[in-house]
C-alpha cells in the first residue's frame, strides 16, 4: 500500500464508504468518483492530480501538504501560482506559452530509453489538426 493510502484509510478510519466520500466531496463543491475514491483506499491507484488531492483533503480534514509528502508531491507551497504582476503585459498567445510550459514541468519524466515524438512530428500534427486534417493531439 502507498504512503498515500496508508494516511488516507488511517484518517477516514472505515468511517465511510468510497461512496460516501465521493458525495462528501460533492457537498464541499469537489468531483471525486467513488471508484477513484476506493483505488486510493486500497492502494490501488496511480500518481494522484490536484483536484483528487484536493478533494481527500477537504473531506478528511487533512493538510494538503501532508498529502502531497505523502504522494511523493512537492509540498513547501500548497496555493497556486500566482504570476509576478508584470506578467499582465504578456499577450494571449505568450500567456499559453508560459501555461503550458508548466504543465510540461510537472509531467512525469519519461524512463530513459523511451522515445516520445520530437517537437516537429508534434508541431505538424497540431498544424494538421488545425486544419481539420487528423485528430489533435492528446495532451
Known amino acids: 500500500m502507498s504512503g498515500l493510502s496508508e494516511l488516507l484509510s488511517q ?17 464541499r ?4 468518483n467513488h471508484d477513484t475514491a476506493a483505488r486510493y483506499l486500497r492502494g490501488d491507484h496511480g500518481r494522484p492530480d490536484e483536484p483528487t488531492l484536493r478533494a481527500f483533503a477537504a ?47 510537472l509531467e512525469p ?3 530513459p530509453g523511451e522515445v516520445t515524438e520530437s ?5 505538424a500534427r497540431r498544424l494538421a489538426a488545425r486544419h481539420g486534417e487528423v485528430e489533435p493531439p492528446q495532451g
Open 11 to 27: 484518517a477516514n478510519g472505515g468511517r465511510h464508504s468510497a461512496r460516501q466520500l465521493s458525495r462528501l466531496a460533492r457537498e
Open 59 to 105: 473531506v478528511l480534514e487533512l493538510d494538503l501538504a501532508d498529502l502531497r509528502a505523502a504522494a511523493g508531491l512537492p509540498y513547501e507551497q500548497t496555493e497556486p501560482y500566482l504570476p509576478p504582476p508584470e506578467a499582465s503585459r504578456l499577450s494571449r498567445r505568450q500567456r499559453r506559452a508560459v501555461d503550458e510550459l508548466i504543465r510540461s514541468m
Open 29 to 32: 463543491g469537489f468531483t471525486l
Open 119 to 123: 517537437v516537429d512530428e508534434l508541431a
Open 109 to 111: 519524466a519519461l524512463p
